[in-house]
């Protein structure tokens, strides 16, 4: 069985960095596409970020452009969101997610992380 263990979070002062990992385990890492949600109190999930399975295409949430950026190495088996200059509206529970797609991009597969919370407060 699969499973996504998310790490990196915590409470970091406006203007300042984290970089969140996520360890995959149970599953063929290397290909399945990678991603980065979040989700504020009393908001929807929202996608942040996005990598292919083999690294060479990302997509960002445009609220995080030129702040946050999505890596993985599959060597190790773990994606990461390296995020800068965070903004109390960034403050939020960051889950990843693995998704295993057909050639369609049709998602057969997903896991899902538990998540962690991410506070930006000074």
């Known amino acids: 069985q699969g499973q996504l263990v998310e790490s990196g979070g915590g409470l970091v002062q406006p203007g300042g960095s984290l970089r969140l990992s996520c360890a995959a385990s149970g599953f063929t890492f290397r290909s399945y596409a990678m991603s980065w949600y979040r989700q504020a109190p009393g908001k929807e999930r929202e996608l942040v970020a996005d990598?292919?399975?083999?690294?060479?295409?990302?997509n960002y949430a445009d609220s995080v452009k030129g702040r946050f950026t999505i890596s993985r190495d599959n060597l190790k088996n773990t994606v990461y969101l390296q995020m800068k200059s965070l903004k109390p509206e960034d403050t939020a529970v960051y889950f990843c997610r693995a998704d295993l797609l057909t050639s369609s991009r049709v998602v057969v597969k997903t896991y899902w992380g538990q998540g962690t919370q991410v506070t930006v407060s000074s």
């Open positions: 990598i292919s399975s083999a690294g060479s295409s990302t």
